[in-house]
């Protein structure tokens, strides 16, 4: 299993510590739609293309996870949401967790621009926008290849395997303990 550890810049001393401060800045953690459950099964999506895409940063896949939907307004138009999680990552960096400077830039743009449908070239991009739009059956929307980053995303296979993600409640304590993180 890839491991946070070995993420170049990233350190997470203590997930626990880091999610409890995201929760408690979120102004969206209780939305069914994009609320924490949604932002365990992204993580929980992101496991399961990171194996599979060479050179993507499992820490930045975890903390786009965590951050990305965290301080949404409301479950229906909220274009800013993503740069409001950004500026929440960029805020509690190097309190709870620490990221070198061009593992910012680059969460930041994994988050700011993850609304705007694009694909992205990127690996460590590309898995964060998948495994949010992996998600999408959660909203009765297929998700559609053409709008996937990896090839690990785009196969038939692992667009229903995550339908049934949906059934399935990731705790964090798994999900620290499958990104290698505690
Ligand atoms: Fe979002
Ligand atoms: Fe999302």
């Known amino acids: 299993m890839t491991s946070v550890g070995s993420g170049r810049h990233a350190s997470i001393p203590d997930a626990e510590r880091l999610v409890a401060a995201v929760l408690e800045r979120s102004t969206?953690?209780?939305?069914?739609?994009?609320?924490?459950?949604?932002?365990?099964?992204?993580?929980?999506?992101?496991?399961?293309?990171?194996?599979?895409?060479?050179?993507?940063?499992?820490?930045?896949?975890?903390?786009?996870?965590?951050?990305?939907?965290?301080?949404?307004?409301?479950?229906?138009?909220?274009?800013?949401?993503?740069?409001?999680?950004?500026?929440?990552?960029?805020?509690?960096?190097?309190?709870?967790?620490?990221?070198?400077?061009?593992?910012?830039?680059?969460?930041?743009?994994?988050?700011?621009e993850h609304t705007n449908g694009g694909v992205s070239s990127d690996p460590t991009v590309g898995v964060c926008w998948d495994a949010d739009r992996l998600n999408l059956w959660r909203v009765g929307i297929r998700p559609d290849p053409r709008f996937l980053s990896t090839e690990a995303a785009r196969s038939g296979e692992r667009i229903l395997w995550a339908r049934d993600l949906q059934r399935e409640h990731f705790a964090w304590e798994k999900l620290y303990r499958r990104f290698g993180i505690r």
Not at 35 to 51: D, F, Y
Not at 88 to 102: H, P, Q, S, V, Y
């Open 28 to 112: 969206g953690k209780h939305s069914s739609i994009h609320g924490e459950s949604h932002w365990q099964r992204v993580a929980a999506a992101g496991l399961a293309l990171l194996p599979e895409t060479l050179g993507a940063d499992p820490a930045l896949v975890f903390l786009f996870a965590l951050f990305h939907d965290s301080m949404r307004l409301n479950d229906s138009h909220d274009p800013l949401h993503g740069p409001r999680g950004a500026a929440l990552a960029r805020e509690l960096r190097g309190g709870a967790f620490d990221i070198g400077d061009t593992a910012t830039e680059l969460l930041a743009l994994a988050c700011d």
